[in-house]
């Protein structure tokens, strides 16, 4: 029994494996694959690349990674590797809030792509990883994880983006992009532009208050707090590069 549960954690690893590589990328090869080991890949999924918050130290146990899947596969199919220092976890998109505390509680920091689709895999990979290679420490606050927009402007900061400026735009922004939240636009730069709330308030005619409450807003709307460095240059650089 111990043998045939073996066999089937390596025929499980060797499938993310060639995933993540860029093999059986096509729907065919993936649902035959999948089909002979019984297992249905997660669609929406997360893909999270997860290490040490050292940055250092021997290359990454399977076991490690392994122990991530059972709380993340939300009733589905999650699958782990290791790529030298780091867990690779594929798992159900609807468990992502559940990954944060699981970092925090192994004191590991990680990114979570979870806007590639399947044929993708190995595309949103080798996002998450060049973020974990390129982010400041300043970047991964406890308990929070890189997304894909963070993904996505480190890739734009390295000079080779995978996407374009449009599109990075509303995955740092969100909702503030519709006509309708452009007040909150117009606060939000203001406090960018004037670096506190008292002087974006004077600057747009507002009571304080009133300018705390939009960015507040912002905040909620966003998933990003303008008071954090590394979120409120993210929110700059998006509005910048907005058209």
Excluded: K, N
């Excluded at 997860?50 to 130290?57: I, K, L, Q, R, Y």
């Excluded at 900061?157 to 509303?170: K, Q, S």
């Amino acid at each position: 029994t111990e043998d045939l549960a073996g066999d089937r954690d390596r025929a499980l690893r060797l499938l993310l494996d060639d995933l993540v590589a860029g093999r059986h990328a096509s729907v065919g090869a993936r649902t035959d694959r999948s089909a002979r080991l019984g297992v249905h890949l997660p669609d929406p999924y997360c893909l999270l690349v997860a290490e040490p918050v050292t940055g250092e130290g021997p290359d990454m146990p399977y076991e490690a990674a392994a122990g991530l899947v059972g709380a993340l596969a939300d009733g589905g199919t999650a699958l782990s590797t290791v790529r030298g220092p780091r867990a690779v976890v594929l798992f159900p998109a609807p468990a992502l809030h559940r990954a944060p505390a699981l970092l925090v509680e192994r004191r590991w920091r990680g990114c979570a792509i979870t806007g590639e689709g399947l044929d993708r895999v190995a595309v949103a990979h080798r996002l998450a990883a060049d973020a974990l290679d390129t982010a400041p420490d300043h970047a991964h606050r406890p308990g929070r994880l890189l997304t894909d927009a963070d993904a996505h402007v480190l890739a734009l900061l390295a000079g080779h983006p995978a996407v374009g400026a449009d599109h990075i735009a509303r995955l740092v922004l969100g909702p503030l992009t519709d006509p309708g939240q452009r007040h909150l636009l117009e606060a939000l730069s203001a406090y960018i532009d004037a670096g506190s709330a008292t002087a974006a308030a004077r600057a747009l005619h507002l009571h304080p208050q009133s300018l705390r409450y939009r960015l507040r807003r912002v905040q909620v709307l966003t998933a990003r707090d303008p008071r954090d460095p590394w979120q409120r240059l993210t929110l700059d650089i998006a509005r910048t590069i907005r058209p």
